[in-house]
């Protein structure tokens, strides 16, 4: 099958969203697919590669930060990405047009799929959906409304790797939306042993909960070493809330795949304090390794990790803060908490995952087909199998 992926932000750039586009691009490709991905471009990256067997196309764009994008800076994606992509559906002539995120990459998907006459999939991540992060972009939620419902009314299909996500986009517009869980990948085994080491890896924004995280150890004298890995606007903040805490952290700053990985490997204990999530693939990550998690029961959080970790308030230190000191006092507790995550893990490995995508995107191409062949069948042949 060839699949077009539009996606306004890959890795290196962009979070959990971009993270979770590559990976299944690439079990796509495993199975013999052929994928070819429209992105945005940023200074020091190639305009074009080959990423795991996958076409990467990055179309111009301003974008000044690694991690985040402003409104400003996500339109300035629309009519290069619109561009690029368009050559590429000329070029090869995909089956499929797959989106992640409503907005942007769905107004280049919808406006591709009319004119070039292709089914669009749609894939929501959280802040694309009214009401997921509403401290950011409700305003931008607000004002796109009208357009929003068309791009998701227009889909092919829609899909969403949680039951939460998908009940607030109903909430917006009643369709049906297909649950495809995130799927994950092992990273390569480090053997790094455990050590007293506790572990926060998160996108530093305050939906993300590392203020409270640090609310929860203030004035805990400790041998263990505190560590919060990721980037964001928040960093200033939670570095002086730690000094005024006396929380002894270590703000590590944006650290790449293979360092975070030993992190996880190290890591007695995981703590992933969010406030609103999705499907947080950090969760997954610590999960493999071995790790004893400690999350909240932001309904993303809890669909993850179930029965095989410690799940508190959201947004509640002194929970946070009863459930790690007691971990922390007990490493026989954390070692058996590991073992039944990292178990729960392997049900979304990327294989199984991938599969439910692949069913859905045939549906979708006979569906077009049968489609075109009752109203125009020679167009059925130009954008068919």
């Known amino acids: 099958m060839k699949i077009l992926s539009l996606i306004y932000e890959y890795p290196p750039i962009g979070g959990g969203g971009s993270a979770v586009a590559a990976a299944l691009n690439e079990a796509l490709f495993l199975h013999g697919d052929d994928v070819e991905v429209v992105t945005s471009a940023m200074a020091g990256l190639p305009m074009e590669e080959v990423v795991d067997g996958v076409d990467v196309h990055r179309a111009k764009c301003w974008r000044r930060h690694r991690h985040y994008s402003t409104f400003p800076e996500l339109a300035t994606t629309l009519w290069p990405a619109y561009k690029r992509a368009a050559k590429v559906i000329e070029e090869r002539r995909p089956d499929v047009i797959h989106t992640h995120f409503v907005v942007p990459s769905g107004i280049v998907a919808r406006q591709l799929a009319k004119d070039f006459n292709l089914p669009y999939v749609l894939t929501a991540h ?142 007695r204990i995981l703590v992933f304090p969010s406030i609103r999530e999705n499907f947080p693939m950090v969760l997954l990550e610590g999960m493999d390794a071995g790790c004893a998690v400690i999350t909240t029961d932001a309904e993303g959080c809890a669909e993850v990790i179930g029965q095989a970790g410690i799940v508190v308030p959201k947004g509640n230190a002194a929970e946070i803060r009863k459930s790690l000191l007691a971990l922390m006092a007990d490493p026989g507790q954390c070692q058996a908490l590991g073992v039944l995550a990292r178990e729960r893990s392997l049900q979304f490995r990327w294989p199984r995952i991938s599969n439910q995508y692949r069913e859905l995107f045939e549906q979708v191409r006979q569906a077009h087909v049968a489609g075109q062949s009752t109203s125009n069948p020679r167009h059925a042949h130009r954008s068919g199998s």
């Open 126 to 267: 959280g802040s694309d959906i009214p009401g997921y992060n509403p401290d950011r972009f409700r305003f931008l939620h607000v004002l796109l409304q009208p357009l929003w419902r068309r791009i998701v009314r227009d889909a092919a299909a829609v899909t969403s790797p949680s039951e939460f996500l998908a009940r607030l986009l109903k909430k917006s517009l009643d369709r049906t939306v297909h649950i495809v869980p995130n799927g994950y990948s092992p990273h390569v085994h480090y053997g790094q042993p455990k050590r007293d080491l506790v572990l926060v890896v998160a996108r530093l924004f305050p939906r993300k909960g590392v203020q409270h995280f640090i609310e929860s150890l203030r004035g805990h004298q400790t041998d263990w070493d505190i560590v919060v890995a990721g980037d964001g606007p928040q960093m200033g903040q939670l570095q002086a809330q730690a000094r005024e805490a006396q929380v002894p952290v270590r703000f590590l700053g944006f650290v790449d795949k293979d360092a975070l990985r030993r992190l996880y490997e190290q890591a």
